[in-house]
């Protein structure tokens, strides 16, 4: 939305400290006044008495500095306030950290996360068909994500195995994962049943709890944060091996037949089976691989002060690719941690091992400016003037002159994955920022945000052309005039937009935009597509688009006109333009499009939004769309929550676990 150019701070009212800060300071130039009025102007004439003298000066002194003090405020509120206090990062919680944090919050207990009907099928162990069907059900497999609807706890974490030499991946029992605790009842997710064990039922062994970058929570045992600190230092590659838990097999079966724990089939097969039958299954599952969890990064420093990018987290690195230079590009790397599981049985006792490790991930960037090897990303002419000045430039006497210019869409940034093996599936993702950003102030130093180690994407995010906005075209600049053709001092102010707004109705439903501006994007984006659509022998069905806000609403009418199949659709924060063609039999029908957007967004605003999405479902189209809360609190202008709603639909969709929402 046109909005979203006038993103400032969050607003503190008349309380704000400049606010008051300020008004002490005319306070005291009224006093400052009043007393030089006093002593050098108040005076007696044979017209005017003393006592007359001073209250003209005090109606004078006092008048004009309260209209000054306004005046001020107005200008301080409306300009100031923006470039002096922009959107504030709150503390930050990284994707590992927040996975850490929810699994061992307050108690240590061990969480066992079991698909009944699942469970059911690998208590007794798999032989032939039923082997082979067990090794098509693995976990990270299409199958069973898709019966989760692809739903991830601590939103950073992933299962996934490690197949044993020669054999096909198969299901494990058990795999720690974040749950709420209510007086240890049980949380449903869909078809899995969520359990927390009581913590009296469990032996946690030493560092069970003071584990990597546990909590940061208050009320940590000091001894567990030095451990995290220390382990922040290690070296990618290492592990540790640990025992998370011990239960007994009277514990087990106590919590297999509580009602609520496990499903119907499961908890009747636990009260008839027999004490030997019962080791027998939790022999064959301990004979499985680990179960692997991916726990996402860390930052370095987590605070207010902390940076989003890449040099703030743990492990960064960075260097130069061949003789280029930083500044046009490198290749940055970083630690990203996992957890594995495995079922161990000792004795008559379960034991469920822990070994976490951490992995080094790095992206080859590329900062792709004019005039630079690689050339410009498109070249289509678009108007600079804005739409509602060029139908004014009719009257020559106006002097208004239309600007036209070849969009190359540069800066760019080209991000390719450099640690990943050559086998994963390649991929493209065209992300499209939102208005007013680009792509190197705002991305460049952020490749977290679309790989974490699960898919081989190489990303491209274009510049949007600088052009004038029509709904603000009484918004004037200084400028030096040697930059203006017309020689003029003063110029319309320019945003890096997509496409042009003739109305802002301030988020309360949908504005009106220059059709020719949005389908010059629209062209430029195709190109790009059957260019890059070349590297991948000619499968556009590798190709994904994506974008946020008015980069949203751009990509997602570039995917819907698009004449072959894409590989899906990626949107943030923003809606599908009513201007855009919905073909219920479209060359998209099949495309996964995810959504995210932010329960209090007030530029994008839900009930009017959600009307077109439902322009999708109503067509056919496979359409998946959550709302959720930016732990940043700052709605429509979300922050580091943006790297992880594009991983989860990264992993989603060019992992093969899309689902239809």
Not at 163 to 175: D, I, M, R, V
Not at 297 to 316: C, I, M, Q, Y
Request: aromatic share 8%; glycine share 10%; with cysteine.
């Amino acid at each position: 939305m046109a909005v979203e150019a006038m993103a400032g701070a969050a607003c503190l009212g008349f309380m704000a400290p400049g606010l008051i800060n300020g008004a002490i300071c005319w306070l005291l130039v009224g006093i400052f006044a009043n007393y030089c009025a006093f002593k050098y102007v108040v005076k007696e004439t044979p017209k005017i008495t003393m006592a007359e003298s001073k209250s003209l000066a005090l109606v004078v002194v006092w008048a004009s500095t309260i209209c000054l003090w306004l005046f001020w405020s107005f200008v301080y509120m409306h300009q100031m306030v923006p470039l002096i206090y922009p959107v504030h990062i709150i503390e930050k919680v990284d994707s590992c950290t927040l996975a850490y944090q929810k699994s061992t919050r307050n108690y240590a207990v061990l969480r066992i996360l079991v698909d009944d009907l699942s469970w059911y099928e690998w208590a007794q162990p798999p032989t032939g068909r039923a082997r082979r069907d067990a090794a098509h059900g693995a976990v990270g497999s299409p199958s069973r994500t898709a019966r989760t609807g692809g739903r991830e706890e601590a939103g950073e974490s992933e299962s996934e195995r490690a197949p044993p030499q020669g054999e096909a991946k198969s299901k494990s029992l058990f795999s720690e994962r974040a749950i709420l605790r209510d007086r240890g009842q049980l949380r449903l997710r869909r078809r899995f049943a969520v359990a927390g064990c009581p913590a009296e039922a469990l032996e946690v062994r030493g560092e069970a709890v003071a584990e990597a970058g546990v909590s940061h929570n208050e009320g940590s045992d000091p001894s567990q944060t030095q451990r995290r600190k220390r382990s922040r230092g290690e070296a990618a590659g290492k592990s540790q091996k640990e025992v998370a838990a011990v239960l007994t097999p009277q514990q087990l079966r106590a919590w297999l037949q509580s009602p609520g724990n496990v499903g119907k089939a499961l908890r009747e097969w636990s009260q008839a089976v027999s004490d030997g039958s019962l080791r027998g299954s939790l022999r064959s599952v301990a004979g499985c691989p680990p179960l692997r969890q991916r726990m996402g990064f860390r930052f370095r420093d987590p605070s207010k002060s902390g940076s989003w990018g890449a040099e703030n987290l743990v492990g960064h690195g960075e260097s130069r690719l061949g003789r280029l230079p930083l500044k046009r590009g490198g290749e940055v790397s970083w630690h990203s941690y996992w957890t594995a599981y495995r079922l161990r049985l000792q004795g008559s006792d379960l034991v469920i091992q822990r070994t976490a490790g951490t992995k080094e991930l790095s992206t080859r960037i590329e900062k792709r400016r004019r005039g630079e090897i690689g050339g410009p990303l498109a070249s289509e002419l678009v108007h600079v003037t804005a739409h509602s000045r060029r139908e004014l430039a009719a009257d020559r006497r106006k002097k208004i002159k239309v600007i036209r210019r070849a969009a190359h869409l540069l800066p760019a940034v080209i991000m390719r994955p450099s640690s990943l093996p050559q086998s994963l599936q390649r991929w493209t993702l065209i992300y499209l920022h939102g208005m007013g950003s680009s792509a190197l102030a705002n991305y460049a130093d952020r490749p977290h945000y679309f790989h974490d180690g699960t898919a081989s994407v190489k990303v491209i995010i274009p510049t949007a052309p600088s052009r004038e906005v029509s709904c603000f075209d009484t918004w004037f600049t200084k400028t030096r005039a040697s930059k203006e053709p017309s020689g003029s001092k003063w110029r319309l102010e320019r945003f890096n937009s997509w496409y042009d707004y003739t109305s802002n109705h301030g988020g309360r439903r949908e504005d009106t935009l220059d059709l020719h501006s949005l389908h010059a994007m629209q062209r430029a984006l195709h190109k790009i597509i059957w260019r890059e659509a070349e590297e991948l022998g000619g499968r556009t069905d590798r190709i994904l688009l994506g974008g946020k806000s008015q980069g949203c609403a751009t990509a997602l009418d570039a995917a819907l006109t698009f004449p072959k199949r894409l590989g899906g659709f990626i949107g943030l924060v923003g809606h599908l333009l009513s201007c855009t063609p919905v073909d219920p039999g479209g060359p998209q029908v099949s495309t996964p499009f995810h959504f995210h957007h932010e329960v209090e967004d007030d530029i994008m605003q839900w009930d009017w939004v959600q009307l077109e999405e439902q322009r999708l479902r109503d067509a056919g189209y496979q359409v998946r769309s959550t709302r959720s809360r930016d732990p940043e609190g700052t709605g429509h202008f979300i922050g580091g929550v943006e790297g992880q709603w594009i991983r989860r639909s990264l992993r989603e969709i060019c992992g093969g676990t899309q689902s239809r929402g």
